[in-house]
């Protein structure tokens, strides 16, 4: 219901979209693909990448301070677009942001579950995001019996 009341108020809002960098742009590029018509508001924190060798706390903190400056801008929705923040940030992210928040790890295990031909998978990431486990969890509970490389 609060969700529904949010979208309806901030039809014409921007969606955010962050990574630690650049290659969120790949992200946004497909949401402006997939849905021209919205604006976008993207944040490429390149002052303080990579994150992938970074601490959780870091990468958390450096995550919330992203996403409160996109919330002045009064986005209806923000797409973690760092895998590595989407590994370490998104448990807080949500319990603290009231606009919707999406990672990119659960599209992309979701996506590599449904799209292996032989069940293995492999994954290549930081060493950040392949150490929080998160692809190897979504992906087994999508899909047990595949095989996860990474």
Do not use: H, W
Not at 10 to 32: H, N, Q, W, Y
Not at 33 to 40: D, S, T, V, Y
Not at 76 to 97: F, W
Not at 113 to 121: D, F, K, L, Q, S
């Amino acid at each position: 219901m609060y969700q529904e009341n949010v979208t309806a108020l901030k039809k014409d809002a921007p969606i955010g979209v962050f990574d630690s960098g650049i290659g969120g742009l790949t992200v946004a590029r497909e949401i402006m693909r997939q849905i021209p018509n919205e604006k976008i508001i993207y944040f490429g924190d390149t002052a303080r990448m990579p994150y992938g060798s970074k601490s959780k706390e870091t990468v958390t903190r450096f995550s919330k301070q992203i996403v409160r400056f996109l919330e002045t801008f009064q986005v209806k929705t923000i797409v973690v677009a760092c895998n590595t923040a989407s590994a370490y940030a998104m448990d807080e992210l949500e319990k603290e942001i009231d606009v919707p928040i999406i990672g990119v790890i659960k599209p992309g295990a979701r996506t590599a579950a449904e799209v292996t031909r032989n069940g293995r998978i492999g994954v290549i990431a930081t060493e950040a995001t392949i150490g929080s486990q998160m692809y190897n969890k979504y992906i087994q509970e999508l899909n047990k019996d595949v095989t996860i490389y990474g």
